[in-house]
């Protein structure tokens, strides 16, 4: 009974209904997303797993408002997503959503360091600050060594560590993470899972699309996604 | 598949970049065609306008502003494509790169890329060359409409064969050297997800200053990390803001330098007192700058032509006259005289320089310390000092000196040693200053003088005028303003440089268009890095200052050595004695500011377009 109530009064951080997505190529319209639902509560951390082109990335992009439903209502925080303009958008990004690319997206012309501390940046904080978290972040992820490199002078282990401290830059109480070990070995994989762990144990709420078991095992619920309808869900 | 069918099929895939690239090619070979014939049909004009009446100081001025335009045309538009190839095969290295790991030989993957350079340089300069002509043909009749008289002339084949010969050779040469510099790519690397053509991937960043603005940080961070495509793309619009410039500066500075030229060898507020018969004579010789009349021969010698020295001084002593220069002036035969000089290989020799030629001129006597004209003068102007000195007009110098300040000139059997050449309109520059003394003595052994050029105050001009009519009265002479003719000068000058102006208007057109297919490529390039920014929470506005920070540091540095190098090509060869007021640099700092804000300003367009792209779908792109 104690532990329901502690459930209900999780703020509702992600609502999807019949959330659908279509994407047109020449004549042909292909469908990502089908009439899809979710709920995700605070410091939940969600796993997605399905095959390829079973829609997951399209789904985070819906989550983070990287793109617009073509039908259906997303609400993150509180806020329609398909009803605001990009500038909205963007600020929105920027106070609630960090991101964890699955090909790392790192900007190449800037430095490790830059990297993280863009978003910081973007959201208008203060020079110092901004100096003093990016350090701390990159301290925390093993890479001050790095900092001053260039994404293209970084392992794919490396860019991805610097993916993870950018996307907590500004300290958002939502990331989503696709595919994070993808493109990874074994024992890098095994540095991110260790991350994600802490993440969790912080509190964060976390959606995460991947294919790998380990971090499928640290969710509190498991999606899977097959042509863009969740198919089966674990608890 | 064939070597044709992949490069076909390769092209028509990459629709934007392949249409951009062939949109650029195209407006450059467009440019030059359409400079070249129009310029060609401008200078014929101009001769046609001008044949026998301009002198060849002032021809050459405008000559030598055409050549120089379409020379720079052409070195902007084989820049401009090579950079064009570069930008789209920097987009290429990873295909090439898979093309090599699935086991096609590097030669084959080569001659792919050489197949669709050619592809592309071959339309783009079929079309150029066909847009070029047919803008020529509607300038001319568009020209003609509104009430220019410029000849059509027939179609000059050869100009145009051999500019569409140089545009594809030149793209070639250019465009050949970053597709074996993609081919050359590690094929690991060219398939690495971290590796990006044209990035530097040696030495660890040193950090930007903090003090840096967000978007100038990253900015500056851009194209010091793209360093290869920065330099180029510094290169490219170094050279095109060199050809804005000496349009732009040069157009300006030319037209404003010719008149000054004129104003100062006529001179304003000028009154001259002759014999009816030779005023008229006179204002007709200097007219013959605008428009060629027939002179009637005449006596300048006649006793009854001769201002009693009398009357020269009273005249000068009238309140408002400024300055008083008597002249003695006719017209006469003058033969050129070799000169020796030392020849330059064999330093204990000497050579005769010149011929024996002869011709008919104004010969001038003037007394140098009352001269109130002030010519450009190549060497010097006469000096109280010389008795058997010369000045000579440009034409003259021209047309019958080889060296003329190692000549001399023989008037009436007495040789004049040349001293210097001055710019003078006054039959066509076909004139000759000597000393009054020497040139009296000459003549009839007395000084003497048949006019009188009188330099009067502006502001009592009226009160002047009616003083001088009123003390020549008595005399079979009168008072003629040259103001009137002065203005004439100017106008014909101004409707000259109109024809010639319209070249720096299409060459500016020119630079945009290149410039904005440069930042529509370079932009498309970066648009992935953008897609990041804005996920991360970059606003459109954030990009687009960014994009125009960009623009404007690359916009800077190569408009200050455009500038300047467009500044060094207008001062050293166009006009290496410029007549500048204060009005004049306003005016071309004005036109430049204005061309290097348009040029910035053009950079948005292309962001706009990218920031309008759906965010997942920038990033779902390879």
Redesign the interface.
């Known amino acids: 009974m104690r532990a329901i109530q502690m459930r209900k009064i999780k703020e509702r951080v992600v609502f999807a209904s019949s959330l659908c997505k279509e994407y047109q190529i020449g004549d042909l319209i292909i469908p990502a997303l089908r009439d899809l639902n979710l709920e995700v509560v605070e410091s939940e951390f969600v796993s997605i797993y399905g095959p390829s082109g079973a829609g997951k ?2 789904l985070l ?1 819906l989550i ?1 408002g ?3 439903p073509t039908s259906g209502e997303i609400v993150v925080f509180g806020h329609d997503l398909s009803t605001y303009d ?2 909205f958008l ?2 929105f ?3 609630y959503v960090g ?1 964890v ?1 699955q ?9 490790a ?2 990297n993280v501390a ?2 910081m ?3 208008g904080w203060s ?1 110092d600050r901004v ?1 003093i978290r990016s350090e701390k972040l990159l301290r925390l992820l093993g890479l001050f060594h790095r900092a ?7 392992s794919g282990g490396e ?1 991805q560590r610097v993916a993870f401290a ?1 996307a907590l830059a ?1 300290d958002p109480p939502l990331i989503l993470i696709d595919e994070p070990t993808g493109n990874l070995d074994m024992e890098t994989g095994l540095e991110i899972v260790s991350i994600l762990e802490k993440l969790k144990a912080k509190g964060k709420t976390i959606i995460v699309a991947t294919h790998d078991e380990r971090i499928i095992g640290l969710g509190n619920r498991t999606l899977y996604l097959r042509d863009g309808r969740i198919v089966a869900a674990d608890e | 598949m064939s070597e044709i069918a992949f490069p076909v099929k390769d092209l028509m895939r990459r629709k934007f970049q392949t249409g951009l690239t062939i949109v650029g090619l195209t407006i450059c070979t467009a440019a030059t065609v359409f400079l070249i014939l129009f310029g060609e049909n401008i200078g014929f004009e101009i001769a046609l306008v001008t044949g026998g009446k301009l002198t060849t100081g002032f021809s050459n001025i405008f000559s030598l502003f055409v050549f120089m335009v379409s020379l720079l045309n052409i070195l902007v538009g084989a820049l401009v494509t090579s950079f064009l190839v570069y930008l789209s095969m920097s987009e290429r290295v990873r295909d090439i790169g898979v093309m090599k790991a699935t086991g096609c030989l590097a030669n084959v993957a080569f001659g792919y890329f050489l197949t669709e350079l050619f592809i592309i340089v071959f339309i783009g300069c079929v079309a150029g060359t066909i847009i070029g002509v047919l803008m020529h043909f509607a300038c001319v009749n568009s020209l003609n409409a509104f009430g220019f008289s410029i000849s059509q002339r027939p179609l000059n084949l050869w100009t145009v064969l051999l500019i569409f010969f140089i545009f594809v050779v030149a793209s070639h040469i250019l465009g050949t050297q970053p597709i074996i510099k993609a081919i050359r790519v590690k094929t690991a690397e060219a398939l690495s997800p971290l590796y990006s053509f044209g990035i530097t991937s040696g030495e660890p960043g040193k950090p930007a200053s903090s003090k840096l603005s967000l978007s100038l940080k990253v900015a500056y961070r851009a194209l010091t990390r793209r360093k290869s495509a920065t330099r180029r793309a510094i290169i490219c619009l170094a050279a095109v803001l060199t050809l804005t410039t000496v349009t732009i500066a040069g157009g300006i500075i030319a037209s404003q330098t010719t008149q000054g030229y004129v104003e100062r060898a006529v001179g304003r507020d000028i009154v001259i007192v002759g014999h009816p018969d030779l005023t008229r004579h006179y204002v007709n010789l200097l007219s013959q700058f605008f428009e060629a009349k027939d002179t009637e021969p005449i006596n300048y010698l006649d006793q009854r032509y001769r201002i009693p020295e009398s009357l020269v001084s009273e005249l000068s002593n009238i309140s408002g006259v400024l300055k008083a220069d008597p002249r003695l002036v006719f017209e006469e035969t003058v033969y050129e005289v070799q000169g020796v000089i030392i020849d330059p290989e064999e330093p204990d020799q000497y050579v005769l320089v010149g011929d024996h030629r002869f011709g008919e001129a104004l010969v001038i006597g003037v007394q140098p310390e009352h001269v109130i004209n002030e010519w450009l003068v190549f060497g010097r102007y006469l000096n109280e000092t010389d008795v058997y000195s010369a000045v000579i007009g440009d034409s003259l110098a021209f047309e019958m000196f080889a060296d003329p300040e190692k000549q001399a000139v023989r008037v009436f059997e007495k040789k004049f040693e040349i001293v210097g050449v001055c710019l003078d309109p006054l039959n066509n520059g076909n004139v000759a200053y000597v000393p009054l003394n020497a040139l009296s003595t000459l003549v009839n052994g007395q000084p003497n003088c048949n006019f009188l050029f009188l330099k009067i105050d502006p502001f009592r001009r009226l009160q002047v005028l009616a003083e001088i009519e009123k003390q020549v009265s008595e005399m079979v002479l009168e008072p003629v303003e040259l103001n009137e003719v002065l203005g004439k000068h100017m106008d014909f000058l101004g409707y000259v440089w109109s024809f010639v102006m319209f070249l720096p208007l299409f060459s500016l057109v020119t630079a945009a268009f290149c410039l904005l297919s440069y930042m529509m490529l370079s932009i498309t390039g970066q648009q992935r890095e953008f897609g990041i920014m804005r996920a991360l929470g970059a606003k459109p506005k954030v990009i687009l200052k960014i994009v125009f920070t960009e623009a404007l540091i690359i916009t800077l540095i190569s408009g200050a050595i455009g500038v300047f190098v467009g500044l060094f090509f207008t001062f050293v060869f166009l006009i290496p004695e410029p007549i500048i007021s204060h009005l004049t640099l306003v005016s071309v700092a004005g036109w430049l500011l204005l061309a290097l804000s348009f040029l910035c300003l053009s950079s948005l367009y292309p962001a706009m377009k990218v920031v309008k792209k759906s965010i997942a779908g920038v990033l779902s792109q390879p």
């Open positions: 990335t399209t992009n983070g990287l793109d617009q990009e500038d963007a600020t990004r920027s106070a991101f690319f090909s790392y997206n790192l900007v190449s012309t800037l430095t360091l830059e863009f978003p940046e973007l959201a020079e100096k001053n490199h260039f994404p293209g002078q970084l860019q950018r500004n």
